[in-house]
């Protein structure tokens, strides 16, 4: 067992978290109660899934699929909508820290619905800019760098919690939207959202998802991440959140060294189960402790030195 010498608390900004993995906005976090049992389970806070302003059924089956290294999905953003999710909230937010996730297209959408999210005591407001097959939403409107910058200024405007914005790896220009979302007073950066994929059934000879597209998640996308986490953290000062492909201590390590303050898991919280994340805290502890790194921030980054 690690010594109480070494730390897994961290800060993203000014949100101050016990341990530094979070579940990631889709997974085990549209109830009130699966929220409680993942916080219950050794993370250190939870994202919601993305609320957006009205209900939405979201896509068709099928949906999802598992591929080799990960899943294929388009659930289509489906939510009770922001009014009936205070009763999530109400349920999750005594437990830990609670991230309210939104999407929307319009910076006044996004305003709205962060505003709501405060509200309702979240601890920080996480704008979904990049979910890969949502017409309309997510990546179609995070990969403008003037429209991420109009929608980060106008809800930093709107809401005194921490913004944080979560970005696609679907682009060329990562870089400059992160400086948009560092210049409009955004405060951090989250990557990454599933890289936009398809899977095609050869006896039907048509694609599987009813929405023809997806997002590819899981181990396969877990160097995209590292990747795109050390070109952000390259050129930006705000805190980084890592995310994509973690299922261990070794691959939330990757995300740290590479710029990440935190890190979230979404898929592997379905491949290992709802304690992935005790242990992936005990395997950090305990390379932390071998290696001598005494706390999380101590970490960060040092793979670019
Ligand atoms: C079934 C499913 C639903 C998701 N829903 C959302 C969502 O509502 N909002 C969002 O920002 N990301 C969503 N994501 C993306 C994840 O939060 C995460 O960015 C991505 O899956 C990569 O992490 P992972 O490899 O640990 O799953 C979803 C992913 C999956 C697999």
New binding site residues.
């Given amino acids: 067992m690690p010594s109480d010498m070494v730390s897994l608390k961290t800060d993203v900004g000014s949100l101050r978290l016990e341990r530094p993995g979070m579940v990631?906005?889709?997974?085990m976090d549209e109830t009130g109660p699966s929220m409680v049992r993942m916080i219950e389970n050794g993370a250190g806070a939870v994202?919601t899934?993305?609320v957006g302003l009205q209900p939405n059924s979201g896509h068709a089956n099928p949906c999802?699929m598992e591929v080799t290294g990960?899943?294929v999905?388009a659930?289509g953003?489906p939510?009770p909508g922001i009014d009936l999710f205070a009763e999530e909230m109400e349920v999750a937010v005594p437990a830990g820290p609670i991230v309210g996730?939104v999407?929307g297209s319009t910076p006044d959408d996004f305003s709205v619905l962060a505003a709501r999210m405060e509200d309702y005591g979240a601890s920080a407001v996480?704008l979904?800019l990049?979910?890969p097959h949502a017409k309309g939403y997510?990546m179609e409107v995070g990969t403008d760098p003037a429209m991420v910058s109009a929608i980060v200024s106008a809800v930093k405007s709107a809401v005194s919690i921490p913004v944080w914005a979560?970005l696609t790896p679907n682009t060329h220009i990562l870089p400059q939207i992160g400086r948009a979302v560092q210049d409009a007073g955004g405060d951090a950066v989250v990557a990454?959202?599933?890289l936009k994929a398809m899977v095609i059934s050869p006896e039907f000879a048509r694609p599987v998802l009813s929405n023809r597209f997806g997002?590819l998640?899981?181990?396969a996308?877990?160097p995209v991440?590292v990747r795109a986490v050390y070109d952000l953290a390259s050129v930006l000062d705000i805190p980084l959140i890592g995310?994509?492909?973690?299922s261990d201590w070794r691959d939330a390590a990757e995300y740290i060294m590479a710029g990440a303050s935190a890190f979230?898991?979404?898929?592997?919280i379905g491949t290992v189960g709802i304690d992935v994340f005790q242990g992936i805290n005990e395997g950090l502890a305990t390379f932390m402790e071998d290696y001598g790194y005494g706390s999380i921030s101590s970490m960060v980054g040092v793979a670019h030195e």
């Fill in positions: 990631a906005s889709g997974i994202v899934k993305s999802f990960g899943y999905n659930m953003l939510n996730s999407y996480e979904n990049s979910c997510g979560k990454i959202n599933t997002g998640s899981g181990a996308v877990k991440g995310v994509g492909g973690i979230q898991v979404g898929s592997a």
